[in-house]
């Protein structure tokens, strides 16, 4: 049994990860000021050995006793949050994973950072690997949420250098699965709103950019496999099974009988025209792959998508 402080853990995948980790036997704190998560993704773990702290991690954290492990996943993580709020999210990448690195310190507890396939920005590589530095534009309207990943990364390794600690990062590509947000804006809650709506399905572009989505039972096996690792590199966490934006939206309409249109929108400055991760080092390193298929993932949480939606929010 690990105590384990979770930042962000009011969101989609840090609700989802302190769900296991309780249910394996840890204690877990969990952190975040509630700005995109909310107290419905966790309060069914309320009755745990659970404790939450409303707080914003941009300002010190304190956390009292003991602590094992500290797990970094407050941000902003959907185009819709951080270019509505650009500096909270610059933020919290900065300043709140210096001050979740500063906990870590000073419990002596092992830190593992949520990164994201955003690294690579627009790749010019394909599939991307560990290795692979990126194409970001620093000053674009995505760069907010971009460089303040690359630096969380760069201040990690930092610490781990400098002062010897024990540091893992994960770079989380595309995942879906029940309690992401119906307005989160990213492909697969807003087609699935739209659909269940019989709304004209909005793709951005002409839809012939890809993504890899991976289910988020998949993606939470992998940080706990990484958690327990012995690495401190950078590991992609995502389903390598490349998909159409176009086709997912098919997929979708498809699977809840919708009657509804794809309809085309201009694409975004600098979205990226392809995502696809090489897992090859989270195979090797960490014995792990997805098994969750896409169309077994989307209809696991169309049922989620759908009670929202009748409840009218």
Known sequence: MARIVV????????????EVLLDRGDSVVAIDNLRTGAMANIAHLRDRDFEFIRHDVTRYIDVEGP???VLHFASPASPVDYLEIPIQTLKVGSLGTHNALGLAKAKGARFLLASTSEVYG??????QDESYWG???PIGPRGVYDEAKRFAEAITLAYHRYHGLDTRIVRIFN???????????R????FMSQALRGEDVTIFGDGTQTRSFCFITDLVDGLLRLMASSTNDPVNIGNPHEVSIEAIARTIVGLVNSKSRLVYRPLPVDDPKQRQPDITRARTLLGWEPKVGLEEGL???????????????
């Open 175 to 185: 995942t879906y699965g029940p309690r992401m947000r119906l307005h989160d804006g």
């Open 122 to 127: 627009d790749p010019l590589v394909h599939p």
């Open 7 to 18: 930042t962000g853990a009011a969101g989609f995948i840090g609700s989802h990860l302190c």
């Open 135 to 137: 194409n970001v534009n």
């Open 299 to 313: 209809t696991k949480t169309v049922g989620y998508f759908k009670t929202k939606v009748d409840a009218g929010l």
């Open 67 to 69: 602590v094992d492990f």
């Open 187 to 190: 492909a697969v809650p807003a």
